[in-house]
C-alpha cells in the first residue's frame, strides 16, 4: 500500500500564480512530515519539516492529520521555484528512514 | 567539505555483469542509505546503514548487496545486473534521520 502519495506528477502554473503541490499520507500513529527539493542540476535536499512549522523560501506546509495531508504552498509562484519535489514520511514504525512519494515535477512559466 | 561524493556518475552495463557503485562521505554521519530514483516510482530505499558495520534492507534489496567499509564509506554491489536495475542511484547520509544529504547521483543503464 502507498504510503505517500503524490497525485500530479507535474504541475505547470504561471508565474505570480498560487502553488499548491499535494501530499496524502497512510500512517497509524504520529507521522513526521516534510518536503524534499531537487532543482535542476542540484542534489536532491530537504526543503521543511512540519514540526518546524517554517516558511522557506516562501513555501508552507501544514499538516492536516484530519485529512492526512501534507500539501505544500505558496502565494505566489517563482520561476526559480521550478524544480522536482518530494514529500517524505518517517515514523517510529519506518525507524531511522524516510518513505518518498513519487514526486511533482513544478514548472513555473513565465 | 565535498559533502557526499558517489562514483561513477554514468555507467552503462551488459545483462549479467558486475559492478560496485562507491558512495562515501565527510559529514561524519553515523546512518547512511542508497536509494534508486525511477519515474513515477520516486525515490525507493535499497538498503541502508544505521551505523559502521550494520547494514539493513530496505524497500527493494533483492538483486543488491552492500558493504558498510568504515564510517565514511558504504558501497552498492550489482551481482548480476538486469534491465530492470536501469535506474539513477542517490547515496545518502544523515545525523538526524528526517534530515538526509544525498549525492550528486550515477545514472546506470543495463542493456
Known amino acids: 500500500a502507498q504510503r505517500v502519495t503524490q497525485p500530479e506528477k507535474l504541475l505547470s502554473v504561471f508565474k505570480g500564480a498560487p502553488v499548491e503541490l499535494k501530499c496524502n499520507y497512510s500512517?497509524?500513529?504520529?507521522?513526521?512530515l516534510f518536503w524534499y527539493v531537487q532543482y535542476s542540476r542540484q542534489r536532491l535536499q530537504l526543503l521543511l519539516r512540519h514540526i518546524s512549522r517554517e516558511s522557506i523560501k516562501g513555501f508552507t506546509a501544514d499538516l492536516n492529520k484530519g485529512e492526512t495531508s501534507f500539501h505544500l504552498k505558496k502565494p505566489f509562484a517563482q520561476e526559480e521555484d521550478s524544480a522536482m519535489y518530494y514529500c517524505a514520511l518517517s515514523g517510529r514504525e519506518y525507524g531511522n528512514k524516510l518513505v518518498f512519494g513519487a514526486g511533482t515535477i513544478l514548472r513555473v512559466k513565465s | 567539505n565535498a559533502g557526499v561524493t558517489q562514483t561513477p556518475k554514468f555507467q552503462v552495463l551488459k545483462t549479467g555483469q558486475s559492478m560496485t557503485l562507491q558512495c562515501a562521505q565527510d559529514m561524519n554521519h553515523n546512518s547512511m542509505y542508497w536509494y534508486r530514483q525511477d519515474p513515477g516510482m520516486g525515490l525507493r530505499l535499497i538498503y541502508y546503514?544505521?551505523?559502521?558495520?550494520?547494514?539493513d534492507k530496505g524497500e527493494v534489496p533483492n538483486g543488491y548487496n552492500v558493504s558498510r567499509l568504515n564510517k565514511r564509506e558504504f558501497s552498492l554491489r550489482l551481482e548480476s545486473a538486469a534491465p530492470s536495475q536501469t535506474s539513477v542511484y542517490f547515496c545518502?547520509?544523515?545525523?538526524?534521520?528526517?534530515?538526509?544529504?544525498f549525492g550528486p547521483g550515477t545514472r546506470l543503464t543495463v542493456t
Open positions: 546503514s544505521a551505523s559502521e558495520g550494520t547494514t
Open positions: 545518502a547520509s544523515s545525523y538526524l534521520s528526517y534530515e538526509q544529504y
Open positions: 500512517y497509524s500513529g504520529s507521522p513526521e
